[in-house]
């Protein structure tokens, strides 16, 4: 919570002696959730087609999207696959892990704060 000194009309700038016009405000700051990022990583083994599946299903990208996204992991190792409330963001990451886990493969995924 902050507090506002404001002016009326007759205050002069720098100095408000002894002035019954001022007003303290109190000023309400909303405060936004905090959003995490979740992460996919590259691997040697985890195959292509199962990367871009695992997009589309459970990031709702089209066909073409995805694969773009995994080939971005794929060269550079890491990418932001999504930004979400931490509670969606854990969802995400348990989702992903889960289907990876069930069919065998390496693949990480993580989150972290914005
Ligand atoms: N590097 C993998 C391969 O060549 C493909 C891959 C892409 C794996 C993205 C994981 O997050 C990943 N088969």
Do not use: W
């Not at 959730?33 to 990367?51: A, C, G, R």
């Amino acid at each position: 919570m902050s507090y506002l000194l404001k002016m009326s009309e007759n205050d002069k700038p720098g100095g408000n002696d002894g002035d019954a016009s001022v007003v303290l405000e109190t000023k309400t700051k909303t405060q936004r959730p905090p959003l995490y990022k979740v992460l996919l990583l590259n691997d040697d083994f985890t195959p292509m087609e199962f990367v871009v599946h695992v997009l589309e299903r459970f990031f709702g990208m089209t066909h073409a999207q995805s694969f773009e996204l995994m080939l971005t992991v794929h060269k550079k190792g890491v990418a932001v696959v999504g930004v979400f409330s931490h509670e969606i963001a854990e969802t995400k990451v348990s989702q992903v892990m889960d289907f990876a886990r069930r069919h065998q493969h390496p693949l990480q995924c993580t989150m972290e704060k914005e």
